[in-house]
């Protein structure tokens, strides 16, 4: 595949992209989120090259994009490369040697952590971002707020949820069309565990993908559908799509920046992370990406409309990193 700006932000249907150095467009540096090249350069400034491969979680993919766009403005030698097959499609290649960083939408688990270890693969963990599932529904059903036990009832394994109106009688008679993530993603795992107590218990009637802008336009175009992703998705699409409010007790909460880093927007609020292997920290390239990177969290959090991390969580963050380089 071309390394040319045909391949910049937005489409991602592709299942592994070559990040455009953004620095070649028309509006400059300023289209990256950054003003000066040289702060997201090697160290002291000086440019950086080689490859950096990352794969892993749809729902990191906008941040780690972001942040390899700015990153190869500054050092349009370098060749950074970000695809999306999950996160459990991301550890599957990392614990391969195959990525230098896999993003994640929840901690690795038992299983990567044993695949890791076999294929020696060490590794740092870091946080980058926050971010909240969004449940939403078609424009045409207007529902404003759902429970966490409609939620369980609704998506859990048998059930025999067909209408709206099958979860209160004061919703629509109109048929449900399901679309949630696959089997791979980080979101279908903290998702059914969160609202149907174990993870994998899922209903199996629905329209799955990875690919989370697949769900968004079957969601759009499906009358009576109703899905969940991650919100930055939403925010993307939030003209195409109506928002769902959560009540998991204390009455009902929408998911926004603010509720979703005081966690008030629960139990569907998490954090997300990078995998760092331990020996690509050594490559010149992979530690000027971490160390231009993780200081401006915040605004490649805004470039790529997702939740940033609090000051708290930076500062962790920052130290995790300093450890793993050290």
Do not use: H
């Not at 766009?69 to 950074?80: G, I, S, Y």
């Not at 010149?284 to 000051?311: H, R, Y």
């Amino acid at each position: 595949m071309s390394d040319t700006t045909n391949t910049r932000a937005g489409n991602r249907r592709r299942a592994f992209i070559t990040i455009a150095a953004c620095g070649t467009l028309a509006a400059g540096i300023s289209a990256c989120g950054s003003s000066n090249s040289e702060d997201n350069a090697g160290s002291g400034g000086k440019q950086v090259s080689g490859a950096i491969a990352i794969d892993g979680s749809s729902t990191v993919y906008p941040w780690a994009q972001a942040a390899s766009e700015r990153f190869q403005t500054a050092n349009p030698d370098a060749k950074v490369t970000v695809g999306e097959s999950g996160t459990g499609g991301g550890f599957e290649k990392f614990c391969k040697g195959e990525t230098d960083i896999s993003t994640a939408s929840r901690k690795i688990e038992d299983d990567e952590i044993a695949l890791c270890k076999q294929g020696g693969v060490e590794y740092a963990e870091v946080q980058v971002a926050n971010d909240g599932i969004a449940v939403v529904t078609n424009k045409a059903i207007e529902l404003k707020c759902l429970k966490t036990g409609q939620l369980s009832k609704l998506w859990k394994k048998g059930s025999k949820v067909a209408s709206f109106k099958d979860l209160d009688p004061s919703f629509p008679d109109t048929k449900v069309s399901l679309y949630g993530p696959g089997t791979d993603s980080g979101t279908f795992d903290f998702f059914t565990e969160v609202i149907n107590g174990e993870k994998g218990d899922t209903r199996t009637d629905y329209q799955p993908s990875e690919d989370d802008n697949v769900l968004v336009q079957g969601v759009s175009g499906d009358e009576g559908g109703l899905g969940y992703f991650g919100f930055s998705y939403y925010e993307a699409n939030m003209d195409k799509l109506n928002l769902v409010s959560v009540d998991a007790g204390d009455g009902c909460v929408e998911p926004s920046a603010a509720t979703i880093q005081d966690g008030s927007y629960k139990p569907l609020s998490r954090p997300l992370f990078m995998y760092v292997a331990t020996k690509s920290i050594t490559k010149p390239q992979v530690k000027a990406f971490l160390d231009a990177s993780l200081p401006d969290q915040e605004e490649i959090a805004g470039n790529a409309k997702i939740v940033p991390m609090t000051e708290e969580q930076a500062a962790d963050a920052q130290a995790a990193l300093t450890k793993a380089e050290s």
